[in-house]
């Protein structure tokens, strides 16, 4: 099994920024793309980026295409989420989580990933 855990959720004022981090451990083996995504209250999670095991190709959602940046440390088996210039509309219950397949059409659904984190919620808000 994998067990993915995040951190470096908060509030923060539009504008501001925050990076989250989620740390994998277990059957590392298995782990080849891990992504993003995202479920803001009464909404359907929504995927927000991905990384290849490499951490050479990268997916974005249209809404933050250009504000978020994922990376990963494969040394350290963990993946970011560097948020900037955020938005009320980002606000939402963030989950990392990892798969051992890869393809966008895999990836860039939450249907393509086996293993999930518990999620750290992002609140912003003047």
């Known amino acids: 099994q994998v067990q993915l855990v995040e951190s470096g959720g908060g509030l923060v004022q539009p504008g501001g920024s925050l990076r989250l981090s989620c740390a994998a451990s277990?059957?590392?083996?298995?782990?080849?793309?891990m992504g993003w995504f995202r479920q803001a209250p009464g909404k359907e999670r929504k995927f927000v980026a991905a990384i290849s095991s490499s951490g050479g190709t990268t997916y974005y959602a249209d809404s933050v295409k250009g504000r978020f940046t994922i990376s990963r440390d494969n040394a350290k088996n963990t993946v970011y989420l560097q948020m900037n210039t955020l938005k009320p509309e980002d606000t939402a219950l963030y989950y990392c989580?990892?798969?051992?397949?890869w393809g966008i059409g895999t990836v860039t659904s939450d249907g393509g990933y086996a293993y999930w984190g518990q999620g750290t919620q992002v609140t912003v808000s003047s």
């Open positions: 277990g059957s590392i083996f298995r782990i080849n793309a």
């Open positions: 989580a990892a798969t051992s397949r």
